[in-house]
């Protein structure tokens, strides 16, 4: 699986509290091995052709988008990112 980070997904990293960019990495780690590891929560968005939510913590998500081998992480923070994944 070939992962790349859209630039939104990046800028909006940068901006989460450390905390939460410990959690990311750890689930980023759960994700490598199986994206639909049962600690990640991960669903498709409704609505969204290849998009999927993944949970980081209660309040936290991140985005990705799936083609073939390819992974595109679109977004990431709080479940306002849901309205625009």
């Known amino acids: ?3 790349l980070r ?4 990046e800028r909006e990293f940068v901006k989460l509290p450390g905390e939460i960019r ?6 980023l780690r759960f994700f490598l091995d199986d994206p639909f590891h049962p600690s990640l929560q991960s669903k498709k968005m409704q ?3 290849a998009i999927w939510e993944v949970r980081i913590s209660q309040g936290y998500r991140f ?3 799936k083609d073939g081998a390819m992974v595109t992480l ?3 923070g709080t479940h306002d990112i849901l309205n625009n994944p």
């Open 74 to 76: 679109r977004h990431i």
């Open 47 to 49: 609505g969204r052709v």
């Open 63 to 65: 985005t990705f988008e």
């Open 22 to 27: 410990e959690r990311f990495v750890q689930k």
């Open 6 to 9: 859209a630039r939104s997904f």
């Open 1 to 3: 699986m070939q992962i």
